[in-house]
């Protein structure tokens, strides 16, 4: 279990390359096995869980080439029994069940794993494919179905909105017989991504991107090229990092357009934002930011993957906020690891109080799940002292290349293999 040394405070500042989207890229490489033909995909970022997903298709029979960009070929899928230790460690597995019974019609995998930020359940995916024509059940966290011949189209108003269901739905309703219409879908620039390149492959696909996704069946996909849009995620944890250490940074290669709420709160806090076409850049003119209230939720609201950056910068902030977080009921673990380092926090329920301090101390903590852990990484950059971060494999599934790209920054951060 690999650990980082981090010694602080430093001043993270300058320019970034910003990856491309993480979960973008785990649906689209779900996507590719529902065309017989090769796809060029480019822009997807060196991660985890990117290889989990690779390691599965080359199971289940698919041809991947790794250049600048991954060429893909899902022309023949062999068989659809996948290793449980690969469906289990990553959330995004729960895609292949779509793609597996479109192509073989049947298939029986184990329960998905994922960042344990909540209990995970699946029933909203399980549920919608049931109503597109899957027979499924689930049996000692084994999920076995088929379908007849086609998935057949159907109305689905989702009960609550759902990224994970709505991209289930979507790579369902492809390639089945009729029209499929998803009322409540969630919004995320991710799914409008994955619509953007099925269509691109000759899906069609209306409407991704607002709550009423209206997909009309095709016969089959054909190849092409495709180029995955920049991680919004990532580009909000480089800018929070700039606006703890009172520096500027300038984010290239991304899409500021699918980060309005976060770049409105970093203006809140006090930070000048200017924004071009693919860049983005924060300068805080070396002022201290003020804190600000956030309540997670469904895209556009604020993003529950941006949680644990915004408490950090509460946390070294002028004033006490409030951070409520809607989306998952386990999203707060790294409290107590940031308590270690000084930091004035009270959790009530899904409720997090912070009244800022000038600065943290450094101290030996545990990374607890994906976005957490890159906040524990930034908070050890601006606490006085030597940060010791545990079990660190978190980080390395959503943040490609994170130690470099922070060096690149100013950061003392040494990776400490184990
Ligand atoms: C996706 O997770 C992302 N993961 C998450 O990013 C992101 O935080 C989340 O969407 C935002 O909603 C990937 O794209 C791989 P949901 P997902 O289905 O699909 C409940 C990261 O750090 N729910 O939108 O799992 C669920 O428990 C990760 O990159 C059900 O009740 O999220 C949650 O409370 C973390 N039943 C809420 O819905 C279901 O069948 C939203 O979950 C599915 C979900």
Known sequence: MDKFIIKGPVKLKGKIIISGSKNSALPILFASLLIEDSVEIKNIPQLKDID??????????????????????????????????????????????????????????????????????????????????????????????????????????MKSISVGATITII??????????????????????DLANFLNTMGA????????????????????GVYK??????????????????????LC?????????????????????????????????????????????????NFPTDMQSQFALLNLVSKGTSTIKENIFKNRFMYVPELIRMGANIILKKNILKCKGIKLL??????????????????????????TIINNISYIDRGYENIENKLSSLGANIQRIKY
């Open 228 to 249: 995955i849009i920049p991680d919004r995620i990532e580009t909000g944890t480089f800018l929070v990092a700039a606006a703890i250490c009172r520096s500027k940074i």
């Open 171 to 192: 790579l369902a309703a492809t390639l089945a017989s009729n029209i499929t219409i998803i009322e409540n879908s969630a919004k995320e620039p991710e799914i409008k």
């Open 252 to 300: 290239k290669h991304t899409n500021p357009n699918n980060l309005n709420i976060v770049l409105n709160k970093l203006q809140k806090a006090g930070a000048e934002i200017k924004i071009g076409k693919d860049w983005c850049s924060i300068n805080m003119h070396n002022q201290r930011p003020k804190s600000v209230n956030i309540i997670t939720g469904p895209y556009p």
């Open 52 to 157: 989990i997903v690779m390691k599965i298709l080359i199971k289940l029979g698919v041809k991947i080439k790794k250049k600048k960009s991954l060429i893909i070929d899902a022309s023949n899928i062999l068989q659809y029994n996948i290793p449980s230790y690969l469906i289990k460690s990553i959330r995004a597995s729960i895609w292949i069940l779509s793609p597996l019974l479109t192509r073989l019609g049947k298939v029986n995998i184990a329960f998905p794993g994922g960042c344990s930020i909540g209990n995970r359940p699946i029933d909203l995916h399980i549920n919608s494919l049931k109503l597109l024509g899957a027979k499924i059940n689930i049996k000692e966290n084994f999920i076995k179905g088929y379908i007849k011949k086609k998935f057949i189209g159907n109305i689905i108003r």
């Open 361 to 386: 101390s450094g101290a030996e903590v545990t990374a607890t799940d994906l976005r957490a852990s890159v906040s524990l990484v930034l908070a050890g950059c601006i606490a006085s002292g030597i």
């Open 204 to 223: 069609n696909i209306q409407g991704a991107g607002t709550n009423k996704i209206v997909i009309e069946g095709v016969k089959k996909l054909k190849g």
